[in-house]
């Protein structure tokens, strides 16, 4: 095959994309973010920390969890969904728990 694109490649980079903006909006959250330690993003055999699924062509629902630093000043592991949508390069977040 020739001059044509690979769906699947684009495919797993907006799902990255999707994680990696999922967390961005997360980190905005925290009391601590420069202590944020997220899942990370780049799927591996056999691990379930992050789960990104399809929504729509545009949006996205992902799930994950963030270790940082609390209050009190221990690290706590706080679990989060997040629905983020893509246009134009751009993310926006939708919703997140």
């Keep these: 095959m020739s001059g044509g694109s690979n769906p699947t490649k684009s495919l797993g ?7 990696v903006a999922a967390q961005m909006f997360m ?10 330690d997220f899942a990370s993003c780049a799927p591996r055999a056999g691990e379930t920390d992050v789960e990104v699924l399809t929504r729509s062509p545009y949006r996205y629902r992902v799930t994950s969890y963030v270790d940082a630093e609390n209050a009190f000043g221990g690290i706590v592991r706080e679990q989060f969904t997040a629905e983020v949508e893509s246009g134009g390069g751009d993310w926006t977040l939708r919703s997140i728990q």
């Design 13 to 19: 980079e907006d799902l990255i994309g999707a994680c």
């Design 27 to 36: 980190e905005r959250r925290l009391r601590s973010p420069s202590t944020a």
